[in-house]
């Protein structure tokens, strides 16, 4: 199910160590998520780069890693790329790491172009504020989060994105706070409500 390298079980336990349990949950949740839409829509990807960067992709929203000035996906992605050095990637991969992390946050990029930004866009997108509902069954996300519980994920990533506004005005993160509505759409988020049984 999740890629065993060293470099993965190294990601789990950096992000277990500095997530919160909500942050945790929704980082594993975006893997599924991107590998069950990967799945449906025949994207071919690097498992071990996908889990990886889903992993980490809010690590610069954990305390430790917070940079003041720096959007929290930049200060993501050098950690991926210390991260990735130091896990013995060649500099090639690390830095694929760190693009795909800031990528992210960005504007959406096909799956022909680049699959893994497009699959971690796609999963952080669902996860965070419902876009695509149509490709995620309502089976899916009751044993998705039977096993991996919400835990107030749509509050905690929304006061985590207006503290970045705050601080970070021209971030990507203060754009979907005050240009994309963000609170309207955690709200409306069909995760947010959604109990498993």
Known sequence: MFPETPAAAAALSVATRFHSPSLLNHSVRCYLWATMYGTAHGIAVDDELLYVTALLHDIGL????????????????????????????PAERASRAAEIIV??????????????SHLLQVATSWEAVGRRPEEFPTDARTQMLTRYPWLGFGTEVLASFED??????????AASVCKKDMAGRVAANPLEGHQPS
Do not use: C
């Open 164 to 173: 970045q506004a705050r601080r970070k005005p021209d971030s990507a993160a």
């Open 62 to 89: 954990a305390e430790a890693f917070d940079n003041y000035r720096l959007p929290f996906e930049v200060a993501g992605g050098h950690l991926a790329w210390t991260f990735g050095v130091a896990a013995g990637w």
């Open 103 to 116: 990528t992210h946050m960005r504007d959406d990029v096909s799956a022909a172009a680049d699959p893994e």
